[in-house]
């Protein structure tokens, strides 16, 4: 009777725990809401929402100041869609790479390669992309810039030099989460695959990743989420022009936009800063429902793709051997 009691207690306090952790973490976003929002909203009202989201020019501190962020938002977007499509399919293929296809030997290195780049500082990351990228791609722009008179030389340090530097960064989230979630698919999947005839690069793609599917989809949504919040290593190679986000152009991003100009900003251009937090805060939020909306998905296709997964290699194998036959 005593130990039912001791159990019950224990639960009980077990559950509060988690409550008032829980009731933590609520009271924490919704204070971060609720002061971004406070000091966001006093340049809105002062210099209006359609100048501030599509005005092109950013002189605050001009006679007649402006506080256009179109550019920078347009920069952000672009440099983090560039850096994924970068840093995306590298880190599922190494992912593949090390839970498939890589034996002990030779999975040891590139493991301990991908824990150390998790381990780097982004100031670090910014110092090699100014010592060893930036030099590099100020040799490309020369030549394919080669007597332009309308193209402004940036050092190398533009937006290509800034998607690099991010895709580098999302790599260890990327790689880490995507291994383990192919780790976890059930063997099953991958013997009913080869039973049918498919190959193992076939069983790979097409049976192991679409059972994987939510887990890497969960490590796109944390890759992508460094990406956007990184602000150290990209005011080091990004340049901090405002300009139209071109390839080789100098620009800046919104993070970098605030931690560049807060330091000395006052009245409101400091005001204007707290409303690009405001815009980087809802940029973020957007970017996490509509990735977590597809995870939703992913997820309650899950068991229909696992089913179907080793269908599609075989169907892949047949198609193949069909072909072979017709030659």
Known sequence: MEYRKRKAAGEAAAQMLCTVCAAIA???VSSITVYMLKSGIPAIRQVGLKEILFGTQWRPTAREPRFGILYVILTSILGTSLASLLGIPLGILT????AEAAGRRMAGPVRCAVELLSGIPSVTYGLLG???LNPWMYRLERRLFAGSGTHRFTGGANLLSAAIVLAVMMLPTVINISEASIRAVKPSVREASLALGASRV???FLAVLPAAGPGIA???VLGVGRA???AMAITLVSGGSVNFPLPFNSVRFLTTAIVGEMGYAQGLH???LFTIGLVLFAFIMLMNLWLTGILKDSGQGTSAGRTGSARRASWAQQERIVRRGRA
């Open 26 to 28: 609520l009271l924490a």
């Open 95 to 98: 992912a593949v790479f090390l």
């Open 130 to 132: 100014i010592y060893l």
């Open 202 to 204: 076939q069983t790979w």
């Open 218 to 220: 969960t490590a796109v």
């Open 228 to 230: 956007i919040g990184e």
């Open 270 to 272: 400091r005001q204007a």
